[in-house]
Structure formats: C-alpha cells, structure tokens
C-alpha cells in the first residue's frame, strides 16, 4: 500500500530549526520526485521545494525559503527530509509530503503533478 507519512512539525521559536521527515512505502522512491508543500492558515497549498528521483537529481527551492531550507533523502530508507533554518512566523502551516512518478525530467512544484499524499504535519514558528 502506497503511503506517505510526515512528521517532526512542532512548535518552535522564531530562528529556530526543525528538521521534517517523510516515510514512503509502497513505492521504490529512486523513481519518483518528492516535494514538500505548505498550507499557511487561510492560503493555498504552495509548493516550496522538491527533489528529483535518483536518475535525475536535483532540488528546487521556492524563493522565501532558499538559502534557509534544505532537502535531501536517504533511497535506501526510503525517507526524504526537510531541514528547516531561521524559522519566521510566516513559515508556518501544515506541510504535506508528495510523490510524483518522474524518471525522465527535473522536478517541478505545481501542486497538480503530484498523484500521491501525506496528511501533513504541522508547524508552528512563534515570534
């Protein structure tokens, strides 16, 4: 059964750092690029970053976090990570996990190519 589970959303304080993580099984995640996305209160679900299968490589960064996010995975694990630095209020929301199958081509962050979804975890980043 295909699943994506996320987890290591907390409270934490304004410059602070968290590191989420996303637990895939049901698929072989070599073959399938994974983004992160986050859903502040009241917004849309925006894409934020993503990484690309193991044939392809690659990450992409939405503007407001690069230089303060990183993503990574371990294949092998089948998890993917989200280290998260100087923490703003604004970065909160919850923050799903998703999983689209893409061998051939760089990652993207457009919420519609994405087939496969966690439920989310959530941060909270107090000033």
């Known amino acids: 059964q295909l699943q994506l589970v996320e987890s290591g959303g907390e409270l934490v304080q304004f410059g602070g750092s968290l590191r989420l993580s996303c637990q895939v099984s049901?698929?072989?995640?070599?073959?399938?690029?994974i983004a992160w996305f986050r859903q502040a209160p009241g917004q849309e679900r925006e894409g934020i970053s993503c990484?690309?299968?193991?044939?392809?490589?690659?990450?992409h960064y939405e503007g407001s976090v690069k230089g303060r996010f990183t993503i990574s995975k371990d294949d092998a694990d089948n998890t993917v990570f989200l280290h998260m630095n100087s923490l703003k209020p604004e970065d909160t929301g919850l923050y799903y996990c998703a999983a689209d199958y893409r061998t051939s081509w760089p990652c993207v962050m457009g919420r519609s190519e994405y087939e496969y979804w966690g439920r989310g975890t959530q941060v909270t980043v107090s000033s």
């Open positions: 990484i690309g299968s193991s044939r392809v490589g690659g990450t």
């Open positions: 049901g698929l072989t995640l070599g073959s399938y690029a």
